[in-house]
């Protein structure tokens, strides 16, 4: 929960708290919020609605764009205090519905209706701007995430490809390391160990000197098991910058094909409030609660039973839903009695069905929007983090292959092949009889050792994980 208020204030006390996009899908629904009011009032004076709303909305906008430019003038640089937010929002509202309320009692000389022109006011604009500054400071978060994915893509394609060279130098290293100064120096130690059997003078020296043999076999088939590997390792390819996602069209954004329940009765509870409380009430009010509560349960049933109905088009499904939504919101308004409801001034059928319908449409095409910027930075995301996943196998592969030329150059196994090689040149001059002392059992127990350490390290490099 803290979570999600956290997000909710950073979206809609930024730039975007008040902003020229929202103005513009804002104002005509002010506008017909208004003329849906004084029609009410007025009792069906077109001219005289004209003119107190234009009044209204003429000083209201007058007021906001002052208030912004006076109190949220750093918004764009840093996020503002959610109560200063508030206030704006709330008090363009109080000034629109007094604008219009002194406008029609002292230039027209109609009766003031205070109250009911200032409540309907602060109510659709509080929540109106208040909803508008959630979605497009949502939208905006979602663009600067995705934008700094893609710079961060564009990075991983840099370092990759740059790893990708190096691996490829590695691997070329590695295996020129072990043709280089292993190869020859086990075959030389092959060749000691055979010329070594032509001096075997007792048993317990031949068969040190059948150990020997067989762990230099042993020692030269794990190397070229080793070369072979490195041979195979697959080279990783460098990622490629990742492509631009498409977004939908502007004209296919405006016909959604899913329909969100959960948006659009928000859209209705708080429309229906907004535009049924001055007008009826607590009465009206309640009106359209329940009416929210009955289209949300059908559009719930709905989205799970028509896409089951066989024989009946995809792109015919949700013209079938706005149907059902008009069917039942106008059986409703025709009957408020059977509810218990007797309201003063109830809206006309075939227009409250028709409004509904409207917000059910508009929350979708909202929701739809924020959920295409949604799962677009999904997309982003995971294929970032398969391309750091990728950029590690690249460092560790590298890693790899140079530890092998290291330890081929520089490293234990280079010293104890060259031991054993030094140890067999002793028991060599020893056993022909030209070094100064006959081979001893110990050396040749050491130098069996070091020949056993030695496969044990050629076994240990890890060369063959780099093949798979």
């Known amino acids: 929960m803290k979570h999600h208020f956290s997000a909710f204030r950073t979206a809609v006390t930024g730039r ?15 506008i017909g919020f208004s003329l849906e009011r004084e029609s009410a009032i007025q009792l069906g004076n077109l001219s005289t609605c004209v003119l107190v709303t ?15 430019a006076v109190l949220l003038s750093e918004r764009k640089e840093k996020l503002q205090k959610l109560s200063t937010c508030v206030f704006v929002w709330l008090s363009t509202g109080l000034v629109r519905g007094l604008a219009a ?5 002292f230039v027209l000389n109609l009766p003031i209706h205070f109250l009911l022109r200032v409540a309907n006011s602060m109510l659709f604009t509080g929540i109106s701007l208040t909803l508008a500054a959630f979605y497009f400071g949502s939208v905006s978060a ?22 990708s060279t190096d691996q490829i130098s590695a691997k070329k290293q590695a295996i020129s390391s072990f043709q280089t100064f292993l190869a020859p120096k086990v075959k030389q130690l092959q060749e000691l160990t055979g010329e070594l059997s032509k001096f075997a003078t007792s048993e317990e020296f031949s068969n040190g000197l059948r150990t020997l043999r067989v762990q230099a076999e042993s020692l ?42 959960r948006t659009a009765f928000v859209a209705l509870f708080f429309g229906g409030i907004v535009g049924q409380l001055p007008r009826n009430g607590f009465m009206g009010a309640l009106a359209a609660i329940i009416s929210s509560l009955l289209i949300t349960t059908f559009l719930q ?21 706005y149907a059902g939504v008009f069917g039942i919101q106008y059986f409703y308004s025709s009957h408020l009695s059977l509810f218990g409801l007797n309201l003063a001034t109830p809206f006309m059928p075939w227009y409250s069905a028709t409004k509904c319908v409207f917000a059910v449409y508009l929350a979708s095409v909202v929701s739809g929007l924020l959920t295409e910027q949604n799962e677009a930075f999904l997309t982003l995301g995971l ?13 560790n592969s590298t890693d790899d292959f140079d530890r092998v030329s290291l330890a081929a150059n520089f490293g234990n196994l280079q010293g104890k092949i060259s031991g054993v090689i030094i140890g067999l040149n002793i028991l060599k001059e020893g056993a022909s009889g030209n ?18 350490e030695a496969i044990w390290e050629i076994q240990h490099l890890g060369v063959k994980e780099l093949s798979n």
Not at 16 to 30: D, G, K
Not at 142 to 163: F, H, R, V
Not at 306 to 321: A, C, N
Request: one cysteine or more; aromatic letters at 8%; glycine letters at 4%.
């Open 16 to 30: 975007w708290a008040i902003a020229f996009p929202s103005f513009l899908i804002i104002a005509p629904l002010s």
């Open 54 to 68: 234009a009044a209204g909305e003429f000083v209201g906008y007058l007021y906001l764009f002052i208030a912004q």
């Open 101 to 105: 309320a002194l406008y029609a009692h």
């Open 142 to 163: 979602k663009k600067i995430q995705s934008e700094a994915l893609w710079n961060l893509s564009d990075l991983l394609a840099i370092d990759s490809t740059n790893l």
């Open 220 to 261: 030269n088939e794990k190397m070229n098991e080793e070369l072979t590997a490195m041979e195979r390792a697959v080279d990783i390819s460098a990622i490629d910058s990742m492509k631009p996602i498409t977004h939908s069209s502007f004209i296919k954004g405006l016909l959604p094909e899913t329909i969100s329940v």
């Open 301 to 321: 049933i709905a989205c799970v039973v028509v896409p089951l109905l066989k024989g009946v088009p995809k792109w015919m499904s949700t013209p079938i839903v």
């Open 383 to 395: 294929a970032t983090a398969k391309n750091r996943i990728q950029i590690n196998e690249l460092s």
């Open 435 to 452: 070094g100064s002392k006959r081979p001893s059992p110990d050396l040749m127990a050491n130098t069996n050792t070091l020949l056993s």
